[in-house]
């Protein structure tokens, strides 16, 4: 069943691609989990529950960021989990500044839905992006 739970983490990056932050909520369990770690200077650091945590989630990210670019290249699959290997280059609205990470995504899918979704980041470059002086 792994290769079935690739399938759901691929749609998940392809619906976030097309802005489909709707649709991709259907996707999640009724206990879903979002870790995203980083320092307390990251306002979207934390831990988000269900669809009211992905929403607030983006609800924080809308007002401070605009993705560029962000691509999912490696696909690893682990069972029960899928772990997502991708970068991002992003722009900040407050200073324009701009800053280029690499991620991992570690997914858990039990009966076709995310049940967790571990995100670690490169936090420095995000936190040293937020408080760059407008250029």
């Not at 079935?4 to 996707?27: K, P, S, T, Y």
């Not at 007002?63 to 699959?77: F, K, N, T």
Request: hydrophobic share 40%.
């Amino acid at each position: 069943m792994s290769e079935q739970n690739v399938d759901v983490i691929r749609r998940f990056f392809r619906l976030f691609d097309e802005g489909r932050l709707d649709d991709i909520e259907a996707l999640l369990s009724d206990d879903f989990e979002w870790v995203y770690h980083g320092p307390k200077s990251l306002p979207w650091a934390g831990t988000y529950h269900g669809v009211a945590g992905f929403r607030e989630f983006f609800g924080i990210v809308r007002g401070l960021i605009e993705v560029q670019e962000c691509e999912a290249y490696d696909y690893l699959d682990a069972g029960d989990r899928v772990v997502v290997l991708g970068y991002s280059r992003t722009r900040i609205l407050a200073n324009d500044a701009r800053y280029e990470a690499q991620w991992m995504n570690v997914f858990t899918v039990r009966d076709g839905l995310i049940t967790r979704y571990l995100d670690l980041y490169d936090t420095a470059s995000v936190v040293e992006a937020l408080h760059a002086p407008r250029g």
